[in-house]
């Protein structure tokens, strides 16, 4: 069942019996999920994390049937982070409606919805230790629009991972340099989490989905279409030989000049180390940001 059709029928045209055996078991504080996931690892259950800021739309859901491929029960967080936002950024406007979020996970069968409040999860307000990563990977595109966001990112994640210990989590594509960091942190801190990639999920129209999406007029949803247009553009140059990376840069920026769009960055980068390359390849990624309005979006391609 789709984000759409889930919310308009809000459960009505599932089998109430369905709807009721899937419904997750709701955990509000730390000690409730440790406790739930001491009762999997005692039936010798592999867990699965899907980290997520609710307002669930179709691209979460492919995150938790992803998860589902290779956990045994699949927990999905939805907690707001203060941390990875800016003082001029988004934290109070962003969408949250954790009913309409409960039965989405519930429609593909999420065994436990962690929905912490910010005092649990940071009961002594800012934490004094968090997880930075260097210059090189977290200095730069978002990491350079946004200080202090991928600090955020990692130390909440690096709190859900402490907190959950699980044997895989899944995170989506589209916040790509986040996903390498992530990746990176796992690595580099022997978190033992298993960290998978899922790809992007599209609306019809090649908008990527994101719970900012509903920020959009209609006038602005037409413009946001810029960037995954260019993202295109520069795959079909890519498909049909063009490797100057400075000439895919440079058809992202074009793309990106729409009235009403603010471009923020265009690159084509290594997919490990997000540094600028000089020549594209199988792997390389090109990303784009802007902004469309108030509302700031990304998006990315892996040139394959
Ligand atoms: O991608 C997100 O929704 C968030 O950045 C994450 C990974 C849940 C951390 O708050």
């Given at each position: 069942?789709?984000?759409?059709?889930?919310?308009?029928?809000?459960?009505?045209?599932?089998?109430?019996?369905?709807?009721?055996?899937?419904?997750?078991?709701?955990?509000?504080?730390?000690?409730?999920?440790?406790?739930?996931?001491?009762?999997?690892?005692?039936?010798?259950?592999?867990?699965?994390?899907v980290?997520?800021?609710?307002?669930?739309?179709d691209?979460?859901?492919?995150?938790?049937?992803?998860?589902?491929?290779t956990?045994?029960?699949?927990?999905?967080?939805?907690?707001v982070?203060?941390?990875?936002?800016?003082?001029?950024?988004?934290l109070d406007?962003?969408?949250?409606?954790?009913?309409?979020?409960?039965?989405?996970?519930?429609?593909r069968?999420?065994?436990?919805?962690f929905?912490?409040?910010?005092?649990?999860?940071?009961?002594?307000?800012?934490?004094?230790v968090?997880?930075?990563?260097?210059e090189?990977?977290?200095?730069?595109?978002?990491?350079?629009?946004?200080?202090?966001?991928?600090?955020?990112?990692?130390?909440?994640v690096?709190?859900?991972?402490?907190?959950?210990?699980?044997?895989?989590?899944?995170?989506?594509?589209?916040d790509?340099?986040?996903?390498?960091?992530?990746?990176?942190?796992a690595?580099?801190?022997?978190?033992?989490?298993?960290?998978?990639?899922?790809?992007?999920?599209?609306?019809?129209?090649?908008?990527?989905?994101?719970?900012?999406?509903?920020?959009?007029s209609?006038?602005?949803?037409?413009?946001a279409?810029?960037?995954?247009?260019?993202?295109?553009?520069g795959?079909?140059?890519?498909?049909?030989?063009?490797?100057?990376?400075?000439?895919?840069?440079?058809?992202?920026?074009?793309?990106?000049?729409?009235?009403?769009?603010?471009?923020?960055?265009?690159?084509?980068?290594?997919?490990?180390?997000?540094?600028?390359?000089?020549?594209?390849?199988?792997?390389?990624?090109?990303?784009?940001?802007?902004?469309?309005?108030?509302?700031?979006?990304?998006?990315?391609?892996?040139l394959?």
């Amino acid at each position: 069942m789709s984000v759409e059709s889930l919310a308009a029928a809000e459960c009505i045209d599932v089998a109430a019996a369905e709807c009721a055996d899937a419904a997750p078991v709701v955990a509000r504080t730390k000690a409730e999920v440790r406790a739930w996931v001491a009762e999997q690892r005692a039936a010798g259950k592999r867990v699965g994390l899907v980290p997520t800021m609710g307002y669930l739309h179709d691209g979460h859901l492919s995150l938790i049937d992803r998860a589902r491929e290779t956990a045994d029960v699949v927990a999905v967080s939805i907690f707001v982070n203060p941390l990875q936002f800016g003082p001029a950024e988004d934290l109070d406007r962003y969408p949250r409606d954790l009913e309409r979020d409960l039965a989405l996970a519930a429609s593909r069968g999420t065994e436990l919805v962690f929905a912490p409040s910010a005092a649990d999860m940071y009961p002594e307000g800012e934490p004094r230790v968090s997880v930075l990563p260097d210059e090189e990977i977290g200095g730069r595109l978002d990491g350079g629009a946004r200080p202090g966001h991928f600090r955020g990112v990692l130390t909440v994640v690096a709190k859900l991972f402490g907190i959950f210990t699980p044997d895989m989590a899944v995170f989506g594509q589209k916040d790509f340099q986040q996903a390498a960091l992530i990746r990176r942190m796992a690595l580099d801190l022997d978190q033992g989490v298993r960290v998978e990639v899922a790809p992007i999920v599209r609306e019809p129209d090649g908008l990527a989905m994101s719970s900012r999406n509903v920020y959009l007029s209609p006038e602005e949803r037409e413009r946001a279409r810029a960037l995954s247009r260019g993202l295109e553009h520069g795959r079909a140059l890519f498909a049909a030989g063009e490797r100057d990376a400075e000439a895919l840069r440079a058809a992202l920026w074009k793309a990106l000049e729409v009235p009403g769009v603010q471009a923020e960055y265009a690159e084509a980068a290594n997919p490990l180390t997000l540094e600028p390359v000089a020549t594209a390849d199988s792997g390389t990624v090109l990303l784009v940001a802007a902004r469309v309005g108030r509302t700031r979006l990304i998006d990315n391609a892996v040139l394959s």
